[in-house]
Every structure is written in structure tokens, then in C-alpha cells.
């Protein structure tokens, strides 16, 4: 079900955009390719002129909407950083649109690199997100209530339109009221978002207003003179806009031009208004992109030749991590400009002229290759966005094949410096593409692969059309000739296809996502002489063999995982020094993304959270870890320190004795024994083995560590293994079990004594374990979950002692640590504790079953 839904969304918006460009094949029956040239040739300068004017006037407004969200969030920069910034986004968006890649990922590397931090950029983008609606609200709901459209369009009954009128206005007007009613932050996406001020909001609705109706004039003044007045118009612009939007399909393309022929055939033919809608397309998307282009490559030579750019920074992280995403972009878009250069005719006069100058087999087989070229693109594309160095060198390699192939097969230089673009901003970016793994061994999303498939689809019927007066035969395939454009066309399309069926069946016959591969004897001997130099012990529980491992390159730092349903969970935080550990946290969230998984840092420490927070990752608070300082453990005086002496002398007296048993000293006798105990443990509590960040009893596990016990007469009644830092800054215990005939409170006699011995010894702290949602503030604007957290400590003791766990270990006087939740944030996280509890417990169904 979970591939299927993956699929769905993909699919309908692949349907929507064939279904439209069936349409415009159907619609647009007289027009040629030669006669859209001429066409869009002799549309009135004037018209022209306007719409450009137009264009620069509505992405000024645009730029707008992020100088009102640093007004919002408090935050000063210069206001032609925040308009290039933003106007960069707006022109990436427009075009890609929100399936593959929003114009956040621009944001993020200029407002990262100027001190944003991750959760100002989050309420940036939340802010300009909600504005861009705004506008779409109030027209569209004017729209359904008043203009004609609605009655002619003939889209759906009136009275249902009307009624999604009046629904549009009632949202727009809650919006604006909203801040005089509600004063509490909302939470979207794991960000605290507080409600903008009544003047804010009154600026969001003016400049939405705008923006939409700006965009809507560009195309209006296109049109010819027998065409609707701007009312209907707008309407319709906004109805078409809108659909093309859900459709996710790159800029709606296809999906807005056939929508607005069918709303405007009762003025305007499809004839009349094809080239106007070509013409908007050069405009409002084509020419302010090539401008966006122009900003990002000095942007990059003016940061590296004042070696501004430093990756290893906080926040060079996150924009060394956007950047090969941006880039793939722009190579996506390359590769389908190859390929409609394919579906279309040469240039006539250049193409004589180049065959003088070359034989006619190189035109032929530039013409070829430089269409496979363009299709190796769309697939080298996806491999950039994961930063697969093998996929860095094949889209330099095919963009310079590409260039040279648009130069020889009819002189296209324009394609020529889009792909020298291209190489400018690629080449220098070579240090962001380290990921060693072959192209294939990536599985491709399939909103990647619908997105291929529309290019091609495009591609196909852009050459159907260009030679539709062409009439069909098989000698077609085999004739070569200097104005054989059609021919070539057929030849190219069989290659591409040929070529998409090869990756399609290749993406079909690969194996499946990898089952987490568990450490052998060597990686734990090399995990072994990694923990041997860190302070903390949790790490020891890579030792249960019941989780994978991600290791640096160089082999001295590495993380611990697991997988349940689609959660990849890391256990902690890296391991090993700082320098080698930092870089596997974006190695884990690429290789969970590689499979469409969803990546959590589960009982993460505060010190690495500015770290998560550089991906964009949210945080909840899962509890506290209780650490006890030796130095001032003491059994000595009143209160607790009076009972726990108490019970100590009680065992003492009733014939336990307590002793370390080493490693070395563990028999096969000692095992059988902790085991019997081990077993009746659990069976008095009707539970079974956890695992994952719980220990469980194994042999060779609990062979490695020191064990405490305390016996009576010669049998063992309760015992704990335990983990020793490096530098004996720390000492703590994992699995711990007792006969259920022990004397009462033996197990605080265990701890009392084993942190008596650990201060004799020299250790620092002992760690008591986590306090599961301990230390969470209760609060009316706390986060939903901080409330529900809280909610469930105070009254969850039917599945888990929450409260009793804190008071007994509150005993010892603890210094408490909080440990976090890192996510991807949104409303995943019932999902991900769900999973999370799953593989502790060892399936979903043992959840439930008493601790």
C-alpha cells in the first residue's frame, strides 16, 4: 500500500499531463511549426513589450512576499540580498514547480550562509508559502462568485462553484481575523509559528492580490483583440493555474495552455492562441530562469574567488547539501532542451551551411546521440541530487558530448551555451559529489521517474506536431538527406525509447531495499577500538548484533541503525571523533532517502542537535538521562541516603555478597546461572526480549563486559553488566535482572554498592538510563507533542511506570540530561514512535505487551 500511494500522485499527474497534451493535439489542427514561428513573430511588439513589463513588475512583487517575512520573523539583511535570494526561488519554482524541487532550496543556500539559522529559514518559508495563497483565495473566491466564467466555463455545476466561493471567502476572512481571536503559536511542520500582526496580514493579501493579477495581465495583453474581457479572464487564468499546480507537473506545462484553449475557445482559437501562450512561456518563465542562471553562476565565482564558500561550517553543511539538488535541476532541464532540439526542425540556413563544412553521417549521428545525450541527462540528473560522484562524471562528460553533439547536428549554439552554463556551475562543485555508489544501485522515486517519463512524452508529441504535415512511411526510417528532419526524429525517438525501456526494466529487476546488514567479528573488533576512546557507553550496544552500521571512510567513526517499516533509526549520535563522525550524519540521511525512508536520530544528545538542525531536521523531547556524580554519592546521613544504607546492611546481613566477576573470569557455569535468572525475570513479568537500544540476554554479548552479582549462599540473585568510559569518566549498566525470591530492595542494594566500587575505582559519573518522557514541560503553548508527552507521563502508568521509573531513579540524586527525538518533523510522528516501538519490541504486535 505504502508503494502503491508513493505511485499514485506521480501517475495521476503523468495522465493529466498526456490528457492535455492530447488536447492540444486535438485543438490546435491547422497550425504548423513553421506557422507558430510566424505567429508568434507577428504578435504586436507592443504586446510584447507590456508583458515583459509586466514580468519584471510581478516578480518585484513577488520578491515581496520574503521582505515581509523578515519583517515577520524580526530578522534584518539587506534588502537587494533578500530580492536576488528570493527572486532566484520564484524563477526555479515557476518553472520546476513543488514535484521535484520549490524555490526553498535556493533560499536556503543564500539565507544559510548569511547566519539564518534553520528554524528562521522554516518560518521564512511558511510565511511566503501562505502569502502566495492568499491572493489565490481572495480572486478565486471573487471569481466564483461573481464572474461569468462560472456560468460559461461549464467546469462544474454553478451552484457547486459558488459554493466553493463562498467556502474561499470564509477562509480568506478566518485568516484575517484569525489574530485577534487566537494569540497561541501554531506548530506546522515541526516549526512554532506565530500568527503575523493585522498590518502584516493586510500587506500579504495587497501583494498576493497583485502578484496574481500581474500574472494574469503578462498573458492578457498576448492576447488577440477578439479576446474576453480580463474579469472572465482572470477567472479563468486562476482556474487553469490551479489545476496545473495540483497536477505537479514541472511548471504545469501542457497543463495550463490546454486548460485556457478550452476555457477561452468560445473568443479565441486554439490557432490564435497558441502563440501567445508560447510567447508567455519565453516570458514569464523562460527569460526571468536564464536570469536566475545568470545570478547563481556569478553568485558561485564571486564566493569562490573570495573563498567565502567554507562547507565545514554550521550552516555550509545544509548549503553543500542544496546545491547538488539545484544543480540536478538545471541538468534535468538540459536534458529535456537536447531532446526537444531533437523533436524539431534544424534550422534551415544553418544546416546548409554546416553541410558544407561536415559529411553528412556527422549530422546524422550528432542528431542521434545528442537526443541520447539529452535522455542520459534526465537519468544522470537523479543520481547529482544524491551526490553519486559516477553520476558527477557522466553529466560533465554528457554535457560536453551534448554541447559539441547541439554545435554539429544544425549549428545550435543556444543550446551550446546552455549547456557551457551548465558545466560553469558544475565543474566547480566537484568536492559536493563524494557519495561512492553506482548509478543504478540508487532506486529512482517515482515522482523522478514520472517526471523522465513526461519529458519524453513531451518530446514525442512536440515532434508529431513539428511534422505532422509529413506524411508516414516506412522509407522514412532509412532516408538520409539534408532536410530529413523527420527521419531523423524517428530514429532518435526509437533510440530514446530504447533506452528508457532498458532503465525501466533495469529499475524492475533490481533488487529490493537491503535488509540492515548486521556487523561481522571484524566490524565489531574495529567498533570495539572506537568506544575504546570515547567518554559515553551507550555505543556498547552495538555489541547486540542486532543493528547495522554506517562507517566514515576512514574506518574510525561509525553510526548505529536499524529499519522498521519505512523509519530509518539511528541509535544516538555518531561515534568516534568529531571530524569523521559529522560527515555520516548526512550519509544516513541520504542512504534512508535512497529508499524513500523516513530518518530519525532516536535518544540523540543536545550537543548534536545544532548538527541535525543543519539538515532541517525538528526535535521532541523523548526524556532524561539520569547520571549520578560519584563525588557525591555517599550511603552517609538521613533521607535516602538512610534507606539505601538500610537495605544494603539487610542483604549484607541475610548472607549476600556482592563481587565483579571479569570478563575473563565468565564461565559456562556463571552463564547457565544468570540465565536462570534472566529467565525467571522475565517470566514473572510476562514479557519477552527487547532490543535495538535495550539489552537483551546473549551470551557472547554479555561475555564482553564486566558483571556485577550479588549471591546468597553460593547461588547468584541478581547481576548487571556493565559498561566502563574511556578515561573513567563514566560507568553505567545495561542488562539487569534478579530472582523474584531475592530480598526486597536487592537491586538498590546493586546500585548502591557498584557506585560505591565505581568511586573507588576513579569513575566520575554513573549513568542510570533514560526516564522516558521525563523532564517535558507542561504548558498551553507547548508543541502538540510536548502536551501529549506530558499527558501520557502523568497518565500512562497503565502500559509504564512512567513516574515510578523517574521517582527511583530520583533516589540518587541525579543530574538529569535531556535526550531528543531528531525527525524530519510534519505529521509523521505517530508514524515514526510507532516504528520506533516496533523494532524495540521486536514487531509491531509486541508493542502492547506489559513491560
Request: charged residues 15%; hydrophobic residues 50%; glycine residues 8%.
Amino acid at each position: 500500500m505504502r508503494r502503491f500511494w508513493a505511485w499514485l500522485s506521480p501517475f495521476l499527474g503523468l495522465l493529466l499531463f498526456a490528457a492535455a497534451l492530447w488536447v492540444l493535439n486535438r485543438e490546435v489542427r491547422h497550425l504548423s511549426l513553421h506557422g507558430l514561428s510566424e505567429a508568434i513573430r507577428n504578435l504586436p511588439r507592443s504586446g510584447v513589450a507590456l508583458a515583459f513589463v509586466y514580468t519584471i513588475l510581478n516578480y518585484v512583487i513577488l520578491t515581496g512576499y520574503d521582505q515581509l517575512a523578515f519583517v515577520y520573523i524580526g530578522r534584518t539583511i539587506s534588502r537587494w540580498q533578500v530580492a536576488m535570494a528570493s527572486f532566484v526561488g520564484y524563477a526555479i519554482a515557476n518553472n520546476v514547480g513543488f514535484a521535484l524541487l520549490s524555490g526553498t532550496s535556493a533560499r536556503y543556500r543564500f539565507y544559510s550562509r548569511w547566519g539564518l539559522s534553520g528554524s528562521d529559514i522554516s518560518r521564512v518559508v511558511v510565511f511566503y508559502s501562505g502569502t502566495f495563497w492568499l491572493g489565490l483565495i481572495v480572486l478565486g473566491s471573487w471569481s466564483l462568485l461573481f464572474s461569468p466564467m462560472v456560468r460559461i466555463s461549464g467546469l462544474a455545476p454553478v451552484w457547486l462553484m459558488r459554493s466553493a466561493g463562498v467556502l474561499l471567502l470564509a477562509i480568506g476572512l478566518a485568516y484575517a481575523a484569525a489574530p485577534l481571536f487566537w494569540k497561541r503559536p501554531l506548530t506546522v511542520a515541526g516549526t512554532e509559528i506565530a500568527l503575523p500582526s493585522p498590518p502584516l496580514i493586510a500587506s500579504q493579501f495587497v501583494l498576493s492580490v497583485l502578484d496574481w493579477s500581474l500574472a494574469a495581465a503578462v498573458l492578457y495583453v498576448l492576447l488577440p483583440i477578439s479576446g474576453p474581457d480580463f474579469t472572465f479572464f482572470l477567472g479563468a487564468f486562476l482556474a487553469a493555474q490551479l489545476i496545473a499546480l495540483v497536477s505537479h507537473v514541472p511548471g504545469g506545462i501542457g497543463v495550463f495552455e490546454s486548460l485556457m484553449i478550452l476555457l477561452l475557445k468560445p473568443w479565441v482559437t486554439a490557432d490564435e492562441f497558441l502563440p501567445a501562450l508560447a510567447v508567455y512561456r519565453i516570458v514569464y518563465y523562460l527569460f526571468p530562469l536564464v536570469v536566475a542562471l545568470a545570478v547563481l553562476l556569478v553568485d558561485e565565482f564571486n564566493q569562490r574567488r573570495h573563498h567565502v564558500v567554507q562547507w565545514g561550517n554550521a550552516f555550509g553543511t545544509l548549503t553543500a547539501a542544496v546545491a547538488p539538488k539545484l544543480l540536478a535541476v538545471f541538468t534535468l532541464l538540459a536534458g529535456a532542451v537536447l531532446m526537444f532540439s531533437g523533436a524539431t526542425p534544424a534550422e534551415p540556413g544553418r544546416l546548409a551551411w554546416l553541410t558544407r563544412l561536415v559529411p553528412l553521417a556527422v549530422v546524422e549521428s550528432s542528431h542521434f546521440i545528442g537526443s541520447l545525450v539529452g535522455f542520459g541527462l534526465l537519468i544522470v540528473a537523479w543520481g547529482l541530487a544524491r551526490r553519486l560522484d559516477a553520476a558527477y562524471y557522466l553529466a560533465v562528460g554528457g554535457l560536453v558530448l551534448g554541447l559539441i553533439a547541439s554545435l554539429l547536428k544544425g549549428g545550435d549554439y543556444e543550446e551550446a551555451l546552455v549547456m557551457v552554463a551548465l558545466l560553469a556551475m558544475l565543474v566547480p562543485a566537484r568536492a559536493e559529489f563524494d557519495r561512492k555508489a553506482a548509478l543504478f544501485e540508487v532506486p529512482f522515486s517515482p515522482a523522478w521517474l514520472t517526471a523522465i517519463a513526461a519529458v519524453v512524452l513531451a518530446s514525442v508529441a512536440l515532434g508529431l506536431f513539428a511534422y505532422r504535415h509529413v506524411e508516414y512511411s516506412n522509407e522514412l526510417w532509412w532516408a538520409f538527406a539534408e532536410n530529413g528532419d523527420a527521419p531523423r526524429f524517428l530514429r532518435a525517438t526509437v533510440g530514446v525509447l530504447v533506452a528508457m525501456l532498458f532503465v525501466g526494466l533495469r529499475q524492475l529487476l533490481r533488487p529490493p531495499a537491503p535488509d540492515v546488514e548486521l556487523p561481522d567479528e571484524r566490524q565489531l573488533a574495529d567498533a570495539a577500538r572506537v568506544i575504546a576512546g570515547q567518554q559515553g557507553t551507550a555505543p556498547n550496544l552495538v555489541f547486540l548484533r542486532d543493528k547495522g552500521m554506517l562507517w566514515s571512510d576512514t574506518h574510525d567513526a561509525f553510526l548505529m541503525y536499524g529499519v522498521q517499516g519505512r523509519t530509518w533509526v539511528a541509535l544516538g549520535d555518531p561515534v568516534g571523533p568529531r571530524g569523521a563522525a559529522e560527515p555520516l550524519v548526512i550519509r544516513f540521511l541520504e542512504h534512508a532517502d535512497d529508499y524513500q525512508g523516513i530518518p530519525v536520530f532516536y535518544q540523540a544528545s543536545r550537543e548534536w542537535l545544532y548538527r541535525y538542525a543543519d539538515f532541517g531536521l525538528t526535535f521532541a523531547k523523548l526524556g532524561e538521562d539520569a547520571r549520578v556524580r560519584l563525588a557525591d554519592f555517599t550511603l552517609e546521613g538521613g533521607g535516602t541516603a538512610k534507606t539505601l544504607r538500610t537495605t544494603v546492611r539487610r542483604v549484607l546481613k541475610e548472607g549476600g555478597s556482592f563481587r565483579i566477576v571479569e570478563p575473563e573470569a565468565i564461565t559456562e557455569c556463571l552463564l547457565r546461572e544468570l540465565r536462570d535468572v534472566s529467565n525467571e525475570w522475565l517470566a514473572e513479568r510476562a514479557t519477552a526480549e527487547k532490543g535495538f537500544s535495550l539489552g537483551f540476554f546473549d551470551e557472547q554479548y554479555l561475555k564482553r563486559f564486566p558483571i556485577a552479582v550479588i549471591e546468597r549462599d553460593g547461588r547468584v540473585e541478581a547481576f548487571a553488566n556493565l559498561w566502563s568510559g574511556a578515561g573513567k569518566v563514566e560507568m553505567s549498566v545495561d542488562l539487569m535482572r534478579h530472582r523474584s525470591s531475592a530480598p526486597p530492595g536487592i537491586m538498590d542494594a546493586l546500585f548502591a554498592m557498584l557506585m560505591q566500587w565505581s568511586r573507588a575505582q576513579g569513575y566520575e559519573w554513573f549513568n542510570l538510563g533514560i526516564a522516558p518522557l521525563s523532564g517535558i514541560e507542561d504548558s498551553p503553548v507547548a508543541p502538540l507533542w510536548s502536551r501529549l508527552g506530558r499527558f501520557v507521563y502523568g497518565h500512562g502508568e497503565t502500559f509504564y511506570n512512567f513516574k515510578g521509573l523517574r521517582a527511583y531513579k530520583e533516589k540518587f540524586h541525579p543530574v538529569w540530561e535531556p535526550r531528543y527525538l531528531a525527525y524530519p518533523g510534519g505529521l509523521a510522528l505517530p508514524r515514526i514512535l510507532a516504528d520506533v516501538s516496533g523494532l524495540i519490541a521486536g514487531g509491531y504486535r509486541r508493542i502492547f505487551l506489559k513491560h
